[in-house]
T-cell receptor
Framework: GAVVSQHPSRVICKSGTSVKIECRSLDFQATTMFWYRQFPKQSLMLMATSNEGSKATYEQGVEKDKFLINHASLTLSTLTVTSAHPEDSSFYIC????????????FGPGTRLLVL | GENVEQHPSTLSVQEGDSAVIKCTYSDSASNYFPWYKQELGKRPQLIIDIRSNVGEKKDQRIAVTLNKTAKHFSLHITETQPEDSAVYFCAATVFNKFYFGSGTKLNVKP
C-alpha cells in the first residue's frame, strides 16, 4: 500500500527558532498533500492544502506567514513553523493524495513538536 | 466551511457488545465519509468509508450508515474486542478536503 513518511518524528526546540517538517510519499506521486495539527486528546484540524508547484491554500485562522508550506515536488512537502513559541507545541500530521484516488488520503506517522 | 460533530466523546462497552458512534455534518456538498481509528501517538488508519450515493456499507464486524437527508452517518462495531479500543474519528469530505469530527475514545472492557 501507499506509504507516507514524516521527518523528524519528534523535535524539541527553543522558543524563537524555526522548525522544518518533511512529508514524503514513498511509492506514489502525491498531487496534493494536507497538513493537520492535533492537540492532545483532540481531533485533527486541517491547516492547509498543498498542491505541487503552486501556493498552499490555508484554512481560516491559520497564519500562512507562521506556517510556511512548500510542495516542490510530487513526493515532498515541507511545513516550516517559523519563530516557534510554546503554543505551537503540537502533533503535526501530513497526508498525501494521488491523482488516481482523489478521495483516499494516506497519513504520515506524525511529528511531535515541543517548543520550550 | 464544513462542520462535523461527533458523539459520544467517550464510550465504554463490554467485550462482545456493540458500539455505535454518530456524526453529523453541515455541508450538503460533502460526498465522501471515511472513518479512522487512531491509537495513541500513531497515524489515523482508515477502517471503512462510504460515499454519498450509498446508504450502508459493511465490512465484517464494522458497518457504516449514511442518511443524506438528515446529514448524519454512523459507525457500528459489533462483537467488540479489546483490540478495538482506540480513538475513532469520522470525517466529511468537501471538494476533496477532509474535515474531522472531534473523536470518540472507545474502551472495550474484557
Amino acid at each position: 500500500g501507499a506509504v507516507v513518511s514524516q521527518h523528524p518524528s519528534r523535535v524539541i526546540c527553543k522558543s524563537g527558532t524555526s522548525v522544518k517538517i518533511e512529508c514524503r510519499s514513498l511509492d506514489f506521486q502525491a498531487t496534493t498533500m494536507f497538513w493537520y495539527r492535533q492537540f492532545p486528546k483532540q481531533s485533527l484540524m486541517l491547516m492547509a492544502t498543498s498542491n505541487e508547484g503552486s501556493k498552499a491554500t490555508y484554512e481560516q485562522g491559520v497564519e500562512k506567514d507562521k506556517f510556511l508550506i512548500n510542495h516542490a515536488s510530487l513526493t515532498l512537502s515541507t511545513l516550516t513553523v517559523t519563530s516557534a513559541h510554546p503554543e505551537d507545541s503540537s502533533f503535526y500530521i501530513c497526508s498525501a493524495r494521488e491523482r488516481a484516488s482523489p478521495e483516499t488520503q494516506y497519513f504520515g506517522p506524525g511529528t511531535r513538536l515541543l517548543v520550550l | 466551511g464544513e462542520n462535523v460533530e461527533q458523539h459520544p466523546s467517550t464510550l465504554s462497552v463490554q467485550e462482545g457488545d456493540s458500539a455505535v458512534i454518530k456524526c453529523t455534518y453541515s455541508d450538503s456538498a460533502s460526498n465522501y465519509f471515511p472513518w479512522y481509528k487512531q491509537e495513541l501517538g500513531k497515524r489515523p488508519q482508515l477502517i471503512i468509508d462510504i460515499r454519498s450515493n450509498v446508504g450502508e456499507k459493511k465490512d465484517q464486524r464494522i458497518a457504516v450508515t449514511l442518511n443524506k437527508t438528515a446529514k448524519h452517518f454512523s459507525l457500528h462495531i459489533t462483537e467488540t474486542q479489546p483490540e478495538d479500543s482506540a480513538v475513532y474519528f469520522c470525517a466529511a469530505t468537501v471538494f476533496n478536503k477532509f474535515y474531522f469530527g472531534s473523536g470518540t475514545k472507545l474502551n472495550v472492557k474484557p
